[in-house]
């Protein structure tokens, strides 16, 4: 499935408790992510890439599009199913 793509007005960002850290979610409709990682906007070919690459791997996965920046989401839905060595392995390819 191709990763979903929407400009970052249109989420809901929020915080949350995961393993003894806070970290940065967000949710469209009834999905809620977990932020991936963050991309300037020339670095935008590398979020559309790892986004391809998490994809591939079985994660659903959101782009979020501003100005100056792009936002790899990847769903939380996922996460405890999704097994860590392939999510790591595309981060880090």
């Avoid at 249109?10 to 979610?25: A, D, M, R, S």
């Avoid at 979020?47 to 690459?53: G, I, N, Q, R, Y």
Wanted: aromatic content about 8%; hydrophobic content about 45%.
């Amino acid at each position: 499935m191709l990763p979903l793509v929407l400009s970052h007005e249109l989420v809901h960002p929020f915080k949350f408790w995961h393993h003894n850290e806070i970290c940065e979610g967000m949710y469209s409709g009834a999905e809620l992510y977990r932020l991936c990682t963050t991309h300037l906007a020339e670095d935008r070919q590398k979020a559309f890439c790892l986004a391809l690459s998490l994809s591939e791997h079985g994660a659903q996965v959101c782009i979020t599009a501003m100005r100056n920046e792009y936002k790899v989401w990847v769903s939380l839905r996922a996460l405890p199913t999704a097994a860590l060595t392939p999510l790591e392995k595309a981060i880090t390819a």
